[in-house]
């Protein structure tokens, strides 16, 4: 039908919507990446995902998204990961996340690029884009495209049944985007947990202590934003715009973003 569609403009297998043919040349060069560099980034997702889970007692599903979901990686981009979690346990997740997505960029040292996120003595190789809570996604509060979008990237390594059952509970996705709610994937193997997994679970096994340490894990995440940021304002301060720009379309998902009311808390409103 595309083929016939007077909007659509085609070039090499990409389609883009007429006057929009600006967009062809970047695809394809993000095309044509080494394939060896892209398995290579799967496998650090991987490797990545399996401590996580190993570590951390809350992680119900752990998704790729991004440019590695939607198969237009390059060495310049950040592996961006999505998760789903138990209720109550954001920041907690994200603390240990944060300790773990720093391992890897220690493990990695990979050269900045054009374009990469660069940390005050690291370049940041894993991006924690979206942590949700189970109950913001039974159903999604959001029902609109540009979420949409973000789940068609998503490409779950570990708990891909949950994950479908996620897309189940919001039809809405069917009338944007039919073919999320047909696809099926096999989880990666978890691996054996670690004794901080128990020593957490323990730790949080009453509503009370849970919460407390839920919102130190916040004090402490935010200060690490603070402290991040503060060096890029320096040093990259066209990287603050692009994440100022980039959260809006988390709304109302994104880290912090509890308090606000509407993405104009965030940035300007969506075009």
């Known amino acids: 039908m595309l083929r016939t569609d007077p909007r659509f403009i085609a070039e090499q297998g990409v389609w883009v919507l007429s006057g929009n043919e600006r967009l062809i040349a970047p695809t394809l060069q993000r095309r044509g990446t080494d394939p060896s560099f892209r398995a290579h980034s799967w496998e650090v997702a991987a490797r990545f995902t399996e401590q996580l889970v190993a570590r951390c007692p809350w992680v119900k599903v752990v998704l ?12 310049s981009d950040d592996i961006d990961l999505n998760l789903v979690v138990e ?12 300790a773990g997505a720093a391992q890897v960029a220690l493990r990695e040292r ?43 990237l998503c490409r779950p390594l570990f708990g891909a049944e949950r994950w479908r059952r996620v897309l189940a509970a919001n039809p809405w996705l069917s009338t944007i985007f039919p073919q999320l709610l047909e696809r099926r994937w096999q989880d990666i193997d978890a691996g054996t947990t670690l004794p901080l997994r128990r020593y957490l679970l323990e730790m949080t096994a009453d509503a009370r202590s849970r919460a407390s340490l839920e919102a130190a894990a916040r004090a402490a995440t935010t200060l690490a934003h603070r402290y991040v940021n503060a060096g890029r ?9 692009r994440i100022a720009r980039m959260e809006r379309y ?8 509890e308090a606000m009311t509407t993405p104009a808390d965030v940035a300007p409103p969506l075009e």
Not at 64 to 75: H, N, R, T, Y
Not at 250 to 257: A, S, V
């Open 64 to 75: 790729v998204s991004g440019s590695l979901g939607g198969e237009a990686f390059v060495p």
């Open 87 to 98: 209720d109550g346990s954001k920041y907690l997740t994200y603390a240990l996340a944060l």
């Open 110 to 152: 990979l050269p900045e690029g054009e374009g990469s996120t660069q940390l005050p003595l690291l370049r940041k190789v894993i991006c924690l884009n979206v942590i949700w809570e189970e109950q913001q996604t039974l159903p999604f509060e959001r029902m609109d495209p540009y979420l949409g979008f973000e789940l068609l």
């Open 233 to 241: 304002a320096r040093y990259r301060p066209e990287v603050l715009a």
């Open 250 to 257: 988390k709304f109302p998902y994104g880290f912090f973003q």
